[in-house]
């Protein structure tokens, strides 16, 4: 059995997601109402996540992500990987 992490996001029942999944995918497969405008590429903030607790469980922030975070604590969910349990809120930009 593949491992898996709790996955909270604020406002929505927990879930889990598989070791290294993006993060938007486990957030879509959960069927929560979180946006992809540009497809996963790291072009829009649509997937933007404020991340509350567990922001080392995720991979590493790239320099892609820069230009379209507006706190430390924010992620594309669609660019982060997850490795161990999270609690995030969903932070879309415009
Ligand atoms: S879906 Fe556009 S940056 Fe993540």
Redesign the pocket.
């Known amino acids: 059995m593949s491992l898996r992490h709790a996955v909270t996001v604020a406002g929505y029942e927990p879930f889990e997601a598989a070791e290294g999944q993006r993060l938007?995918e486990a957030c879509e497969d959960a069927g929560l109402p979180i946006?992809?405008?540009?497809?996963?590429?790291?072009?829009?903030?649509?997937?933007?996540v404020e991340v509350e607790q567990g922001a080392d469980h995720l991979s590493d922030r790239l320099p892609e992500e820069e230009p379209?975070l507006d706190a430390v604590a924010q992620r594309?969910?669609?660019?982060a990987t997850v490795h161990g349990p999270v609690v995030v809120r969903l932070a879309p930009g415009e």
């Open positions: 938007l946006d992809a405008a540009c497809g996963g590429f790291a072009c829009c903030n649509t997937c933007r379209f594309l969910s669609c660019q």
